[in-house]
T-cell receptor, first 118, second 113 residues
């Protein structure tokens, strides 16, 4: 069975600090996809990144960076120089291959509530 | 391009009633999936539709059902509401190509009293 664990329930930082959100996953599939989503108070889940199981290259997008390590089944997310607008719940998710290769079914972690204080 | 639209935003229902939630996907997206979000269970997959066919269903009782119309719009229905059905119901659409990301709506907040 697939499982995603986000051990950090809540994190509180002061603006401009760097923060890393941890994500550990379990799957028996050799082909899978990992995602990070952000959920601000408005409720909408906002897509941040997708990574497939064959691409372990780390990625940087502005203040955001992601570290994917298959050896430890981890897909961690770092925000550099955090800002108040980064305050939200962040979800890590894993997709099954599914029939037809679609990723309609995501297994989500419980989420990490990040609060960035001014 | 308009995002995923869910209506209504808020609903208050009484135990035993039924409810229908609506979702309009992003134009051109043919896959629509539904998720339930609660504080205790987190985000859980309900079902997914593509071209008016349900392709997969999560572990929810038969009181939860859905359908998709020819224009890709989708509805989900919950019959005989229970207190535990109180949740945020999120709809997501996708192009269904190569594990493309899901695009979520703002959700419908259902409260059962």
């Amino acid at each position: 069975a697939q499982k995603v664990t986000q051990a950090q329930t809540e994190i509180s930082v002061v603006e401009k600090e760097d923060v890393t959100l941890d994500c550990v996953y379990e799957t028996r599939d050799t082909t899978y996809y990992l995602f990070w989503y952000k959920q601000p108070p408005s409720g909408e889940l906002v897509f941040l990144i997708r990574r497939n199981s064959f691409d372990e290259q780390n990625e940087i997008s502005g203040r955001y960076s992601w570290n994917f390590q298959k050896s430890t089944s981890s897909f961690n997310f770092t925000i550099t120089a955090s800002q108040v607008v980064d305050s939200a719940v962040y979800f890590c998710a894993l997709s099954e291959e599914g029939g037809g290769g679609s990723n309609y079914k995501l297994t989500f972690g419980k989420g990490t509530l990040l609060t960035v204080n001014p | 391009k308009a995002g995923v639209t869910q209506t209504p935003r808020y609903l208050i229902k009484t135990r035993g009633q039924q409810v229908t939630l609506s979702c309009s996907p992003i134009s051109g997206h043919r896959s629509v999936s539904w998720y339930q979000q609660t504080p205790g269970q987190g985000l859980q997959f309900l079902f997914e539709y593509f071209s008016e066919t349900q392709r997969n269903k999560g572990n929810f009782p038969g009181r939860f059902s859905g359908r998709q119309f020819s224009n890709s719009r989708s509805e989900m229905n919950v019959s005989t509401l229970e207190l535990g059905d109180s949740a945020l119901y999120l709809c997501a659409s996708s192009t269904d190509r190569g594990h493309s990301p899901l695009h979520f709506g703002n959700g419908t907040r259902l409260t059962v009293t």
